[in-house]
């Protein structure tokens, strides 16, 4: 094993991927970041000569910080059971739209998040209906493109058995239209930015599909409503209400996790972090996050 594998830069190197699974893995920036500073600690616990015999140190990273997120998936489960409303994965900023995010002193994990399609909130969400176990598998698999054999080293099971986990994570995810262009995915968010602000409910209600879902987590912290509004002549309505109780909120197009979102700011403070959906040229899903927690990098 040479000596830069396990020099301090080299393992502080591996830092962007451990985040960039452990984020995948649970939803959150705050709980992937505890996640990978655990890993860290657990390699700077080991007695040196047993650090010199691990061939891979990246690759034991990986399997250590797997396992950390695969015992507190198990525990999330049981803690979102109790969670006040809908629970949605933390909303991810592009840190190139904010001024000074990308200033020299800014180390915030967020920005080392790479912004793929697998971080869409639709596909976070889906990630969301699986076992710990089957998610594991098929994020380390489908997304990173680890080979079954390591991904047993982390599930403790068989090769084959992983396989199956993955496999029948996949069937979760159902087949998806063909993808939205940028561009087009863009112009349908501005057009409900615009909508919204004028308040012109038959002009929303034209750009949502009739049998949108609109979900919203404030986890108990901030008003909003508990259970998804379905239908587009609801949420329609539903945007103007708020709408005419919030004056002074400002609308911004922003990136959210990788595709066309909006933000709404009040005096300078980010309040609520929208991400859309869209098919054929009509919103057909929203998620809005309002947590305060959920929104630290948007700072």
């Not at 919204?196 to 034209?206: F, N, P, Q």
Request: glycine letters at 8%; proline letters at 7%; aromatic letters at 6%.
């Amino acid at each position: 094993m040479g000596t830069v594998a396990t020099s301090a830069d080299g393992i502080a190197g591996e830092r962007r991927q451990l985040i960039n699974v452990a984020y995948r893995l649970l939803g959150s920036v705050t709980e992937a970041e505890d996640a990978v500073q655990d890993a860290y600690a657990r390699w700077y616990g080991l007695p040196p000569d047993r650090r010199e015999e691990i061939r891979s140190p990246g690759a034991w990273l990986t399997t250590v910080t797997s396992r950390i997120c695969l015992d507190r998936l198990g525990s999330a489960r049981a803690r979102r059971e109790r969670y006040v409303g809908a629970w949605l994965p933390e909303p991810l900023p592009h840190p190139t739209e904010w001024d000074g995010a990308a200033s020299a002193g800014r180390a915030d994990p967020a920005d080392q998040i790479v912004l793929d399609e697998s971080v869409a909130m639709a596909f976070l969400v889906v990630l969301e209906s699986m076992t710990p176990a089957e998610r594991v598998a098929f994020v380390l698999h489908e997304v990173f493109r680890y080979p079954f054999a390591e991904i047993a080293g982390v599930l403790e099971r068989t090769p084959a058995a992983c396989k199956q986990l993955a496999a029948s994570a996949r069937r979760r995810v159902t087949v998806a239209p063909a993808p939205v262009p940028a561009t087009g995915r863009a112009d349908v968010v501005r057009h409900v930015k615009e909508a919204w602000e004028t308040r012109d409910i038959a002009a929303l209600v034209a750009l949502l599909n009739p049998a949108a879902v609109m979900t919203a987590d404030g986890g108990g912290m901030v008003g909003t409503v508990l259970q998804p509004v379905e239908g587009g002549a609801r949420i329609a309505r539903y945007l103007v209400a708020i709408a005419e109780r919030a004056p002074g909120l400002e609308l911004l197009e922003r990136t959210v996790n990788g595709v066309p979102g909006l933000v709404a700011r009040r005096a300078g403070v980010v309040e609520t972090v929208a991400s859309f959906d869209v098919t054929d040229g009509r919103v057909t899903r929203i998620w809005v996050v309002r947590n305060p927690e959920k929104l630290r990098p948007w700072a």
